[in-house]
T-cell receptor, first 115, second 117 residues
Framework: DAGVTQSPTHLIKTRGQHVTLRCSPISGHKSVSWYQQVLGQGPQFIFQYYEKEERGRGNFPDRFSARQFPNYSSELNVNALLLGDSALYLC??????????????FGSGTRLTVV | AQSVTQLGSHVSVSEGALVLLRCNYSSSVPPYLFWYVQYPNQGLQLLLKYTTGATLVKGINGFEAEFKKSETSFHLTKPSAHMSDAAEYFCAVSDSRGSGNTGKLIFGQGTTLQVKP
C-alpha cells in the first residue's frame, strides 16, 4: 500500500508569492493534518481536516489555508510568502477520527524555500 | 495546555551502548504519547505509541518506552545502539481526550542521537 504522498518534494518561491502543497493520505484514512517544521525544531500543528471539514487550526496567520477533497486528499495554501515560511511541510493521515489512538502516518514532506 | 520537554538536544553513545532519550510531558487529561524518528531529509516514522493499558510499550527496531504517570515521563530506550539508529527523535503528546479536542500532536524540540563506532 502506498503511504502518505506529498507533492512537490522541493520548491523555491519568491517573497510575496503564493504556494500550494498537496497531500494524498493512505487509502481509507479520513483525517489529514498539516505540520510546519522549521530547521532544528519540532513540527508545529497547522491544520487538521476530518471528513472534509476543518477540525483544528494552529497558531498560524490567515495567510495559511487548507481544504480536503471528497477523496480525502488535501491542499495547503500559503499566500504572501515570507522568508520565515521556509520550512519542511509535513502531511499526516490517520485511520481514526479526531481522537486517534492509531497514531499518525507522515509523508516525506515538501521542502519550501522562500527567497 | 499540553507540552512536551525533551531533555538533551544532543545525545551521543557508543555502538552497543544503552540508548536513553528523555521525554516529559504536561497534560491535564490522560495523554496519548508517541515517539517518532526522523532521518535526514525525510518525514517522521512512528517508533511506538502509548494509548491505554500496559505502560511498557515496545516499538520497532528494538526500541521501547515506559509511561510513568507519577513522573509524567515517557522515556525511550534501546539496550544496544546501532549505527543506523543515528537520527532525530521526537516525543509527542496528543490532546486526544476531553471535549473540543482536535487530536493534534504537540512535539518536543527533538533529540539528535549520535552513535559512535
Amino acid at each position: 500500500d502506498a503511504g502518505v504522498t506529498q507533492s512537490p518534494t522541493h520548491l523555491i518561491k519568491t517573497r510575496g508569492q503564493h504556494v500550494t502543497l498537496r497531500c494524498s493520505p493512505i487509502s481509507g484514512h479520513k483525517s489529514v493534518s498539516w505540520y510546519q517544521q522549521v530547521l532544528g525544531q519540532g513540527p508545529q500543528f497547522i491544520f487538521q481536516y476530518y471528513e472534509k471539514e476543518e477540525r483544528g487550526r494552529g497558531n498560524f496567520p490567515d495567510r495559511f489555508s487548507a481544504r480536503q477533497f471528497p477523496n480525502y486528499s488535501s491542499e495547503l495554501n500559503v499566500n504572501a510568502l515570507l522568508l520565515g515560511d521556509s520550512a519542511l511541510y509535513l502531511c499526516a493521515s490517520t485511520l481514526g477520527g479526531l481522537a486517534s489512538a492509531y497514531g499518525y502516518t507522515f509523508g516525506s514532506g515538501t521542502r519550501l524555500t522562500v527567497v | 495546555a499540553q507540552s512536551v520537554t525533551q531533555l538533551g538536544s544532543h545525545v551521543s553513545v557508543s555502538e552497543g551502548a544503552l540508548v536513553l532519550l528523555r521525554c516529559n510531558y504536561s497534560s491535564s487529561v490522560p495523554p496519548y504519547l508517541f515517539w517518532y524518528v526522523q532521518y535526514p531529509n525525510q518525514g517522521l516514522q512512528l517508533l511506538l505509541k502509548y494509548t491505554t493499558g500496559a505502560t511498557l510499550v515496545k516499538g520497532i527496531n528494538g526500541f521501547e518506552a515506559e509511561f510513568k504517570k507519577s513522573e509524567t515521563s515517557f522515556h525511550l530506550t534501546k539496550p544496544s545502539a546501532h549505527m543506523s539508529d543515528a537520527a532525530e527523535y521526537f516525543c509527542a503528546v496528543s490532546d486526544s481526550r476531553g471535549s473540543g479536542n482536535t487530536g493534534k500532536l504537540i512535539f518536543g524540540q527533538g533529540t539528535t542521537l549520535q552513535v559512535k563506532p
